[in-house]
């Protein structure tokens, strides 16, 4: 087809109304539509940045860490890993949404990506550092926050069960009874190899954290260390007798 | 209208001035057939691509903004075109991800007129360019056949600019090497 030929064809095709010319407002319409649904991902893979952030400092499964590699073991299975999947898999989708722009694609995927990540880091502490997450904790618990509550009941700091936290009651010859905050009281078994602070620190009435397999109305613990916000990771434990 | 510029033309047709855009068609088809026929190479109707290709920049007109450049954005509905005519027609594999884009790459300076006096690489280019991956093809058509600056054939493929740079340079040995493999084998 020589180009006069062509130039002809597609003049008709107009001009009979064979094709037509989008009108302008579709693609604004469309345009906004790719904003919104951009924005939309990062403010939500954010909320659950900060959820997973507040879930770990809440729980206090952070100090299974200091429990040796069966408290290592148990942080890592603790972890909303479901969470975490569906956060990971909305940021493949972010990166892919924000390629579409000019601000994306003209980039090495490795910025655009480190860039996302430096802003969620700092999104998520900030956010997880508010007291929203503890308000809207304490809402779903008493079934109070629709939409999300169910992810607050599912995997926030009160749906796991690694650490349990509580009051001495009485010591016994194998451990001692643990009034756990939950209201639920525990026969704690200290094991032989568990991580544990100086004997003193187990006392009648000492607030203490418990790391161990729960089963009934029975801990075998394989750390324990005292509930105060001083204790450092990787400051050690003296081991158990 | 021979004066006006590819900008102001599309900036009528988008009022409804249907001979600006056959001005448009003229201006482009040679263009659009040359890289049609050296990147859609299995392909034989490419008259029928390239009328599509109008068709459907005449469809999404109001997408242009008359205040960039028109060139850029109508190669950048070629190749999406193109990409699909690949995956239907001709069962290439198109890679949804390219390493390439993964991480930064130092930026050469376009030196085409280099390119063209190299007599080895027109040689492979002209002998050799169908048995490239569409990836690696599609750039030495927009850089060494269509002569664009490598910043248009960034926005076009929508990759940064230094992955340009690098498939066009691996394509470069492509070539050369499919070239003397061809030679030694005849």
Not at chain 2, 55 to 64: E, G
Request: with cysteine; proline share 5%.
């Amino acid at each position: 087809m020589n180009p006069a030929d062509l130039r002809k064809h597609i003049e008709s095709a107009i001009n009979t109304g064979r094709v037509h010319m989008r009108p302008r407002w579709h693609f604004v319409l469309r345009a906004i539509i790719r904003v919104a649904a951009v924005t939309l991902t990062g403010l939500v893979v954010l909320f659950l940045v900060s959820f997973v952030l507040f879930t770990l400092r809440a729980s206090g499964v952070g100090v299974l860490t200091g429990f040796g590699w069966r408290g290592m073991i148990a942080y890592v299975t603790s972890l909303p890993w479901l969470i975490i999947v569906i956060t990971l898999s909305l940021l493949v989708l972010l990166e892919i949404g924000i390629r579409r722009f000019g601000i994306g694609y003209r980039r090495p995927i490795a910025y655009t990506l480190l860039g996302i990540l430096f802003a969620l880091a700092v999104g998520g502490v900030i956010l997880a550092r508010t007291n929203l997450h503890t308000r809207w904790d304490t809402a779903a618990t008493d079934q109070r926050l629709p939409v999300v509550g169910g992810l607050y009941r599912g995997f926030g700091p009160r749906a796991q069960h690694a650490v349990t936290q509580g009051v001495i009651l009485e010591t016994t010859m194998s451990g001692f009874t643990l009034q756990a905050d939950s209201g639920e009281t525990y026969m704690v078994t200290v094991e032989k190899s568990a991580r544990i602070p100086t004997p003193e620190a187990i006392t009648p009435g000492a607030r203490v954290m418990v790391g161990g397999d729960v089963k009934n109305s029975t801990i075998n613990a394989f750390g324990v260390r005292p509930a105060t916000d001083d204790w450092q990771p990787g400051r050690g434990f003296r081991r158990g007798q | 209208m021979d004066s006006q510029s590819d900008e102001q033309l599309a900036a009528a047709a988008q009022t409804g001035n249907v001979q600006a855009f056959g001005e448009l068609v003229q201006r482009y088809e040679a263009a659009m057939q040359r890289y049609a026929r050296r990147f859609l190479f299995t392909v034989t109707d490419t008259d029928d691509v390239v009328q599509d290709i109008f068709l459907k920049a005449f469809q999404n007109l109001q997408s242009f903004d008359a205040h960039r450049r028109f060139s850029p954005w109508l190669y950048r509905i070629a190749h999406n075109h193109f990409l699909n005519v690949i995956r239907k027609r001709s069962h290439e594999p198109v890679p949804f991800f390219d390493p390439d884009t993964l991480l930064p790459h130092p930026v050469a300076p376009d030196n085409p007129q280099r390119d063209q006096q190299d007599a080895e690489l027109q040689h492979a280019i002209t002998t050799c360019l169908d048995k490239l991956s569409p990836v690696l093809r599609e750039v030495v058509v927009l850089a060494l056949i269509e002569d664009l600056p490598h910043a248009d054939i960034a926005d076009i493929l929508h990759v940064p600019i230094g992955t340009v740079d690098v498939r066009l340079s691996r394509a470069k040995v492509k070539l050369r090497h499919l070239c003397h493999h061809l030679a030694e084998h005849l």
